[in-house]
């Protein structure tokens, strides 16, 4: 019987161009690794404009990448009839105001309970496929402990969309979060590499070489005694990019236990971040969507105790 393949289309715009095509599609596609990507270039599963190319092909402006993967057998993601605090949502795709304590995708191992077995029930298997059969529409993704603001796509066209929108930074992505220590700056830009931990590969950390660029722009909202609510701006999106940059200036995260103090005097899950504001140019009509997920309670509760 013959492998089943999907197919799947990307169009290279003018930021991307010059890239290694393997690079291009690992950010692209970030439940793919690179040497898979490479192993579908030399097996002949990825083409560009019609032809098979080598995985140091430098991409131009308007190549018709497709791309054919062959469908994984995994175990079944059973939908689940999940309360979603729902922020916006059309045919297209889905804004949801994730809580506290919810896995975004299911892994090896924990199949249940997450937003995608929620995302199931609710748009009725209706969700993109570009990123695998465990992350179905899901295009990026947030902590388990951070709150706030996830786009999921309905449709392979829709992700292929906002996933371009993601990798050229024109998503507008803004972070509200309390840090411990006072802030001196008001405002300010920090810019770095960020690559595993080189002690403890389950951690992120700054690193001087090896890593990916990453850049945060923070700002001061509300200064505290012992503490600083700030509004943190993404302009790159790599993986816990908040909690490392905000804990390498002196000022982690107030609950993180991994880039933070250890003991706080509050009883808090995790840190205290929330994805705030999510403004995104719409897939099928270019309109200008942005959402606004209101603060959680215990974020709220924890700002007055601060006062």
Same mark, same amino acid.
């Given at each position: 019987?013959?492998?089943?393949?999907?197919?799947?289309?990307?169009?290279?715009?003018?930021?991307?161009?010059?890239?290694?095509? %393997?690079?291009?599609?690992?950010?692209?596609?970030?439940?793919?690794?690179?040497?898979?990507?490479?192993?579908?270039?030399?097996?002949?599963?990825?083409?560009?404009?019609?032809?098979?190319?080598?995985?140091?092909?430098?991409?131009?402006?308007?190549?018709?990448?497709?791309?054919?993967?062959?469908?994984?057998?995994?175990?079944?993601?059973?939908?689940?009839?999940?309360?979603?605090?729902?922020?916006?949502?059309?045919? %297209?795709?889905?804004?949801?105001?994730?809580?506290?304590?919810?896995?975004? $995708?299911?892994?090896?191992?924990?199949?249940?309970?997450?937003?995608?077995?929620?995302?199931?029930?609710?748009?009725? &298997?209706?969700?993109?496929?570009?990123? &695998?059969?465990?992350?179905?529409?899901?295009?990026?993704?947030?902590?388990?402990?951070?709150? &706030?603001?996830?786009?999921?796509?309905?449709?392979?066209?829709?992700?292929?969309?906002?996933?371009?929108?993601?990798?050229? $930074?024109?998503?507008?992505?803004?972070? #509200?979060?309390?840090? *411990?220590?006072?802030?001196?700056?008001?405002?300010?830009?920090? $810019?770095?590499?960020?690559?595993? $931990?080189?002690?403890?590969?389950?951690?992120?950390?700054?690193?001087?070489?090896?890593?990916?660029?990453?850049?945060? #722009?923070?700002?001061?909202?509300? #200064?505290?005694?012992?503490?600083?609510?700030?509004?943190?701006?993404?302009?790159?999106?790599?993986?816990?990019?908040?909690?490392?940059?905000?804990?390498?200036? &002196?000022?982690?995260?107030?609950? %993180?236990?991994?880039?933070?103090?250890?003991?706080?005097?509050?009883?808090?899950?995790?840190? *205290?971040?929330?994805?705030?504001?999510?403004?995104? *140019? #719409?897939?099928?009509?270019?309109?200008?969507?942005?959402? %606004?997920?209101?603060?959680?309670?215990?974020?709220?509760?924890?700002?007055?105790?601060?006062?």
């Amino acid at each position: 019987m013959p492998e089943v393949l999907k197919e799947f289309q990307f169009i290279v715009s003018e930021e991307s161009e010059e890239e290694r095509i %393997d690079k291009y599609l690992n950010e692209l596609m970030d439940s793919v690794s690179r040497s898979y990507i490479q192993k579908l270039l030399s097996d002949g599963n990825i083409t560009v404009n019609g032809r098979n190319v080598k995985s140091n092909y430098k991409v131009r402006q308007e190549d018709d990448i497709r791309i054919f993967l062959p469908t994984a057998i995994t175990p079944d993601i059973v939908p689940e009839n999940i309360p979603l605090s729902i922020l916006y949502e059309d045919d %297209d795709v889905i804004v949801v105001n994730k809580p506290k304590n919810m896995v975004v $995708h299911p892994a090896p191992g924990h199949y249940n309970g997450t937003l995608v077995n929620a995302l199931l029930y609710h748009c009725a &298997g209706n969700l993109s496929g570009i990123n &695998g059969v465990l992350r179905p529409g899901i295009v990026h993704r947030i902590d388990k402990n951070t709150t &706030g603001s996830v786009i999921a796509c309905k449709n392979d066209f829709a992700h292929a969309s906002i996933a371009q929108q993601l990798k050229e $930074h024109s998503i507008v992505r803004k972070y #509200h979060a309390i840090v *411990c220590g006072n802030l001196k700056e008001e405002e300010g830009t920090i $810019h770095t590499l960020i690559g595993r $931990h080189p002690g403890d590969r389950k951690k992120m950390a700054v690193v001087k070489s090896g890593g990916k660029d990453a850049i945060t #722009h923070y700002r001061v909202l509300q #200064h505290f005694e012992k503490y600083t609510y700030v509004e943190c701006v993404l302009e790159t999106g790599r993986t816990h990019q908040i909690r490392v940059h905000m804990a390498s200036i &002196g000022y982690p995260l107030l609950g %993180d236990e991994v880039y933070g103090a250890v003991k706080v005097p509050f009883h808090l899950e995790g840190q *205290c971040l929330h994805a705030k504001i999510l403004g995104f *140019c #719409h897939p099928s009509t270019n309109r200008y969507i942005e959402t %606004d997920a209101p603060l959680p309670e215990y974020f709220e509760k924890l700002l007055h105790i601060l006062k």
